[in-house]
């Protein structure tokens, strides 16, 4: 008879151990900040908000006390109104075929530690997506995402680094980009993506390349440029096809993928396998209750 064995660390609430490093003034912002929200009675889970999250809303918002303020307050709201507290429990259907249609990932950690992030934008299919899923459920994909990169991926990343990390790697792969990708549909899933991004989860993104960029590029950044912050594009390096030699300066060739020119080839497919540290056994089933 085969007898079930309990996890018993299923619900244990595992105690963050980075913190992210700021200077003197910005210890200084952090503390008006918090003063402001408690002049103003706003009442926020003080063990579940660090230091950590309060200098990545102000670095978010160029250290402006107001907006970021503004800032916090907003995200407040929007935990309140949309059950973020419960959001692990959403399931999105067809998740594969999702990213059949817009083949991206989480895929192990760079030099520096960082989560590396894949998206191969030029096979974006936003006609197909959207006739598989809808923008409300994509919201709550994205969203419940970034809970668990902030929440779950950074504390453990940061344990395998034995050093803060708060931030990934973004590899966007243009190859295959054409006309289509000019189209308000595409417009419109961008914006939707990055009105999430930039209103809610600031100062995540640590580096990007975009690769295989070609003569659609300049049209297509003419539309997506709208959409990001400057303080994120000056983060940007943008190369030709021969981008392997720059890339591999910052990622492991084991962690890259062979279709980016990489060594790695998981079973499932790399965009499918969601590898790195966080799906490791050791520390797969965490539970942290503090958001950095």
Aim: hydrophobic share 35%; charged share 30%; net charge positive.
């Amino acid at each position: 008879m085969n007898v079930k064995v309990e996890d018993s660390r299923e619900n244990e609430i595992y105690p963050i151990k980075f913190e992210a490093k700021f200077t003197k003034d910005e210890e200084f912002n952090i503390y008006k900040l918090k003063n402001l929200l408690k002049e103003n009675k706003v009442n926020y889970d003080e063990v579940l908000f660090t230091d950590s999250f309060f200098v990545r809303t102000l670095r978010g918002r160029d250290n402006n006390l107001n907006e970021a303020y503004k800032m916090f307050t907003d995200y407040l709201k929007y935990r309140e109104d949309n059950n973020l507290e419960n959001i692990n429990k959403f399931q999105i259907s067809n998740l594969n075929e999702i990213k059949k249609y817009y083949p991206h990932c989480y895929h192990n950690i760079d030099k520096f530690g960082r989560p590396i992030y894949i998206e191969k934008v030029g096979d974006l299919n936003v006609d197909n997506l959207f006739k598989i899923t809808n923008a409300e459920d994509m919201i709550k994909y994205y969203v419940q995402d970034y809970e668990v990169l902030f929440r779950k991926t950074f504390p453990i990343c940061s344990e395998v680094k034995g050093d803060y990390i708060g931030q990934i790697l973004m590899i966007a792969d243009l190859n295959g980009v054409g006309l289509s990708m000019l189209s308000s549909k595409v417009r419109d899933f961008i914006s939707l993506k990055s009105k999430v991004d930039q209103t809610y989860y600031p100062e995540k993104i640590g580096k990007i390349f975009l690769i295989n960029t070609n003569f659609m590029f300049r049209a297509l950044w003419a539309i997506v440029k709208i959409f990001i912050a400057e303080r994120t594009k000056k983060k940007i390096t943008t190369l030709g096809s021969s981008y392997l030699n720059e890339l591999l300066e910052v990622v492991d060739k084991n962690n890259l993928p062979k279709f980016l020119g990489g060594n790695c080839e998981c079973k499932e497919g790399c965009i499918n396998s969601n590898i790195g540290p966080w799906n490791d056994d050791i520390h797969k089933n965490r539970n942290y209750k503090k958001y950095t």
